[in-house]
């Protein structure tokens, strides 16, 4: 595959710390960004269009063109590359992006993402349908879930696999759905269909993971998908979309909005800091996208607004973790005091995950008590810093009923009652 434009990276500094880098020429919108290493990434975007980078986004090639169909998804799979996009378009790379084979797919549906477990067996979605191979894409078998649109699928291993859809009952009644799969894609059951809209991405990081979608949902897990719950629950008219959402560690990720917006949490999505918005930019941005190659380089991109009808791809990237040097929205949520959070899911069965935030460092004993007041178990018992925290406590050898889980602090001391209900 030849290397028609080599992409010379300038920038300029927004104050908080995410850099715009500027183009050469325009490009059409970008739709994913993904590395598969520290120094080698694609971008994918509409008519086609591939960038790729060999010195971790210092500089992008463009690849020649082998399509005009728009490219919306990117997965990699034991060094392989995977991309998809509309009319059926499915195509890998073997060799780092360099060059790409068709791979056959006999469906004209649009497709909104990908996701191989091994170099046979992958998923694709797209409309009303989820469609899977066992032989590297030589034949694929399709399930169709009438009324409802696709748009992200996500497993964790051969079996257990995941897939998020809009199910449509009527005009403008319509739920936010997430299905599982616990056979490899046998059969799909819902977990969760919830009045609202699209959800765009899947994200796991260990048992960690991460829905989000239109309305700044966002679903959380911590025992590999088993149960899902909001953090921060959402409620009209709140009516922001969340496009792309990255994890470096069960804690600390960034998710990007479409109003111009990149926002971080350091506590497992109970709160968002603004790191960059429209006051930065002075422009109308889509950011489709977000990744980190660590904790302090990361790129977004997408799209940004031309005219009234056209659009063009953007890149922006941070070395530093995109910290904000000024505090540019009040509505950004950083309240480091001491504070033990209510238990979620609540009541549970038999796992539940309970986070807490300390103003500076100290002794942390988090313990659970019965409501005699013996103690159960010490759940954490350490000099911990200033910062955000969440533990598991796992109740499979306790009985049914109300008990206390208390959090001291040097001089701080909070209790709260959880429910377990077998």
Same mark, same amino acid.
């Given at each position: 595959?030849?290397?028609?434009?080599?992409?010379?990276?300038?920038?300029?500094?927004?104050?908080?710390?995410?850099?715009?880098?500027?183009?050469?020429?325009?490009?059409?919108?970008?739709?994913?960004?993904?590395?598969?290493?520290?120094?080698?990434?694609?971008?994918?975007?509409?008519?086609?269009?591939?960038?790729?980078?060999?010195?971790?986004?210092?500089?992008?090639?463009?690849?020649?063109?082998?399509?005009?169909?728009?490219?919306?998804?990117?997965n990699i799979a034991q060094n392989?590359?995977?991309?998809?996009?509309?009319?059926?378009?499915?195509?890998?790379?073997?060799?780092?992006?360099?060059?790409?084979?068709?791979?056959?797919?006999?469906?004209?549906?649009?497709?909104?993402?990908?996701?191989?477990?091994?170099?046979?067996?992958?998923?694709?979605?797209?409309?009303?349908?989820?469609?899977?191979?066992?032989?590297?894409?030589?034949?694929?078998?399709?399930?169709?879930?009438?009324?409802?649109?696709?748009?992200?699928?996500?497993?964790?291993?051969?079996?257990?696999?995941?897939?998020?859809?809009?199910?449509?009952?009527?005009?403008?009644?319509?739920?936010?759905? &997430? /299905? =599982? +799969?616990? @056979? %490899?894609?046998?059969? $799909?059951? *819902? !977990?969760? #269909?919830?009045?609202?809209?699209?959800?765009?991405?899947?994200?796991?990081?260990?048992?960690?993971?991460?829905?989000?979608?239109?309305?700044?949902?966002?679903?959380?897990?911590?025992?590999?998908?088993?149960?899902?719950?909001?953090?921060?629950?959402?409620?009209?008219?709140?009516?922001?979309?969340?496009?792309?959402?990255?994890?470096?560690?069960?804690?600390?990720?960034?998710?990007?909005?479409?109003?111009?917006? &990149? /926002? =971080? +949490?350091? @506590? %497992?999505?109970?709160? $968002?800091? *603004? !790191?960059? #918005?429209?006051?930065?930019?002075?422009?109308?941005?889509?950011?489709?996208?977000?990744?980190?190659?660590?904790?302090?380089?990361?790129?977004?991109?997408?799209?940004?607004?031309?005219?009234?009808?056209?659009?063009?791809?953007?890149?922006?990237?941070?070395?530093?973790?995109?910290?904000?040097?000024?505090?540019?929205?009040?509505?950004?949520?950083?309240?480091?005091?001491?504070?033990?959070?209510?238990?979620?899911?609540?009541?549970?069965?038999?796992?539940?995950?309970?986070?807490?935030? *300390?103003?500076?460092?100290?002794?942390?004993?988090?313990?659970?008590?019965?409501?005699?007041?013996?103690?159960?178990?010490?759940?954490?018992?350490?000099?911990?810093?200033?910062?955000?925290?969440?533990?598991?406590?796992?109740?499979?050898?306790?009985?049914?009923?109300?008990?206390?889980?208390?959090?001291?602090?040097?001089?701080?001391?909070?209790?709260?009652?959880?429910?377990l209900l077998k």
């Amino acid at each position: 595959m030849r290397t028609l434009i080599l992409i010379f990276i300038f920038t300029f500094n927004l104050c908080a710390q995410w850099f715009e880098v500027v183009l050469p020429q325009t490009y059409p919108v970008f739709n994913k960004i993904k590395f598969i290493n520290d120094d080698v990434a694609i971008i994918v975007g509409d008519s086609g269009t591939i960038l790729r980078t060999t010195d971790g986004g210092l500089n992008w090639n463009k690849l020649l063109n082998i399509t005009s169909k728009n490219l919306k998804s990117i997965n990699i799979a034991q060094n392989i590359f995977y991309v998809c996009g509309d009319s059926g378009f499915i195509i890998e790379s073997t060799n780092l992006g360099i060059s790409w084979n068709s791979i056959s797919f006999q469906f004209q549906t649009n497709l909104s993402d990908i996701f191989f477990i091994d170099t046979l067996n992958g998923y694709v979605v797209g409309e009303n349908s989820i469609f899977k191979t066992t032989n590297k894409g030589g034949n694929w078998t399709r399930q169709t879930f009438d009324n409802n649109l696709f748009q992200a699928v996500y497993f964790i291993n051969k079996d257990t696999g995941f897939a998020t859809s809009l199910r449509i009952f009527s005009p403008g009644n319509f739920h936010s759905a &997430i /299905y =599982k +799969t616990t @056979n %490899g894609g046998v059969d $799909w059951f *819902i !977990q969760i #269909s919830t009045p609202g809209e699209e959800l765009y991405e899947i994200y796991f990081i260990d048992s960690v993971g991460y829905i989000i979608g239109e309305h700044e949902k966002v679903f959380r897990t911590t025992n590999y998908g088993s149960n899902w719950y909001e953090p921060h629950p959402t409620t009209p008219p709140r009516t922001e979309s969340f496009f792309s959402t990255f994890f470096i560690d069960s804690l600390t990720g960034w998710i990007t909005g479409d109003v111009e917006k &990149i /926002y =971080k +949490t350091s @506590n %497992g999505a109970l709160s $968002w800091d *603004i !790191q960059l #918005s429209r006051l930065d930019l002075n422009k109308a941005v889509f950011l489709n996208s977000i990744v980190f190659k660590d904790s302090n380089n990361g790129f977004a991109v997408g799209s940004q607004r031309i005219n009234s009808t056209d659009f063009a791809g953007i890149i922006f990237k941070t070395t530093n973790g995109g910290i904000t040097s000024v505090n540019e929205d009040q509505s950004s949520i950083r309240d480091f005091q001491y504070k033990l959070h209510q238990n979620y899911p609540n009541p549970f069965n038999p796992i539940t995950a309970i986070s807490y935030q *300390i103003k500076e460092q100290g002794l942390v004993q988090l313990k659970v008590y019965n409501l005699l007041g013996q103690e159960i178990v010490t759940l954490i018992n350490a000099v911990q810093p200033a910062g955000n925290y969440e533990t598991l406590f796992d109740a499979s050898n306790l009985p049914s009923g109300v008990y206390i889980y208390s959090l001291r602090v040097n001089d701080f001391v909070q209790n709260n009652k959880m429910t377990l209900l077998k």
